[in-house]
Nanobody, 123 residues
Framework: QVQLVESGGGLVQAGASLRLSCTAS????????RGWFRQAPGKEREFVSA????????YYADSVKGRFTISRDNAKNTVYLQMNSLKPEDTAVYYC????????????????WGQGTQVTVSS
């Protein structure tokens, strides 16, 4: 089992930045691909970004490309999502995810989920 705990959400104005963190615990968590999804009110959960277990490969949704950066520190079992130039449409609950396969992480179903952290961007 892998347990995921997110932090770093909050309320910011448009154009601001936030950094989300997701710390994992459990067996072999450092060998899992990790990623971020988000779910806005009334919408389905959508893929945001993913990173391979060694940090070599990263993937982004078109809507966040150029504004968000995913990274990981395996020594800390933590993955980060640096979010810059935030827009009101980025408002959502952001979920951390982990899966042994980065392809499976992107298309689902995902093995492990965090509890989510709220990000609210005001205009």
């Amino acid at each position: 089992q892998v347990q995921l705990v997110e932090s770093g959400g909050g309320l910011v104005q448009a154009g601001a930045s936030l950094r989300l963190s997701c710390t994992a615990s459990g067996r072999t968590s450092s060998t899992y691909a990790r990623g971020w999804f988000r779910q806005a009110p009334g919408k389905e959960r959508e893929f945001v970004s993913a990173i391979s277990w060694n940090g070599v490969s990263t993937y982004y949704a078109d809507s966040v490309k150029g504004r968000f950066t995913i990274s990981r520190d395996n020594a800390k079992n933590t993955v980060y999502l640096q979010m810059n130039s935030l827009k009101p449409e980025d408002t959502a609950v952001y979920y951390c995810a982990a899966d042994f396969s980065i392809s499976q992480l992107q298309r689902g179903p995902v093995d492990y989920w965090g509890q989510g952290t709220q990000v609210t961007v005001s205009s």
